[in-house]
């Protein structure tokens, strides 16, 4: 079965400081597609990242990148140079190929506060 | 705006009422999704559809029925509602494979 762990309930950081969000991962199939989205205040769930089982490089999205390290299923965000817009929860999630209408299973979300 | 449209937005049913959920998306995506979201569980996926007029049960499908009998809507009914279902409730839309989603922007539901 699949399963997606993030162990930090809540992080907090300055503004302008970079931030590491853990999740680890854990599937069997070798093809999968991991996923960082933010929920601010407002609710809407907003897609930041995408990393792929078999891409070679770390995903990157401006102030988001992706430490994949797939030998130990880890699948950390790291944000460069917090803003207080980056006040949110944040949730990793995985999708697994090949499995028709498989779901992107969600991890139960950190909350991330900035402070200037 | 393409999207993902979820109506209403808000409600208040009282314990033993029915309701029903709609999502609705332009994109043309085969794959629609229900997920409740809690305070310290994350998201939790209910009910899924791969094509119009299949439904499957995702983790947590009791009190729920969905259906999807046109591509671009799918709902989601609460026959007699309780008050665990208080919760948020998000549609999401796909394509297959292991594209991301597209995210309604969630029902608050409160069940009295």
């Known amino acids: 079965a699949q399963k997606i762990t993030q162990t930090q309930p809540g992080m907090f950081v300055q503004e302008k400081e970079a931030v590491t969000l853990d999740c680890t991962y854990d599937?069997?199939?070798?093809?999968?597609?991991l996923f960082w989205y933010k929920q601010p205040s407002s609710g809407e769930m907003i897609f930041l990242i995408y990393?792929?089982?078999?891409?070679?490089q770390n995903a990157t999205e401006g102030r988001y990148s992706l430490n994949f390290q797939k030998a130990r299923k880890s699948a950390n965000l790291v944000i460069s140079a917090s803003q207080l817009g980056d006040s949110a929860m944040y949730f990793c999630?995985?999708?697994?190929?090949?499995?028709?209408?498989?779901?992107?299973?969600f991890g139960k979300g950190t909350t991330l506060s900035v402070s200037s | 705006n393409a999207g993902v449209t979820q109506t209403p937005k808000f409600r208040v049913l009282k314990t033993g009422q029915s309701m029903t959920l709609l999502c609705a998306q332009d994109m043309n995506h085969e794959y629609m999704y229900w997920y409740r979201q809690d305070p310290g569980m994350g998201l939790r996926l209910i009910h899924y559809s791969v094509g119009e007029g299949t439904t499957a049960k995702g983790e947590v499908p009791d009190g729920y029925n969905v259906s999807r009998l046109k591509k671009q809507n799918f709902l989601l009914g609460l026959e007699s509602a309780a008050p665990s279902q208080t919760s948020v409730y998000f549609c999401?839309?796909?394509?297959?494979?292991?594209?991301?989603?597209?995210f309604g922007s969630g029902t608050r539901l409160t069940v009295v």
């Open positions: 599937t069997s199939d070798p093809s999968y597609g």
């Open positions: 999630a995985m999708r697994v190929f090949g499995q028709a209408g498989t779901a992107l299973i």
């Open positions: 990393q792929g089982s078999y891409d070679q």
């Open positions: 999401a839309s796909s394509y297959e494979g292991l594209s991301g989603y597209t």
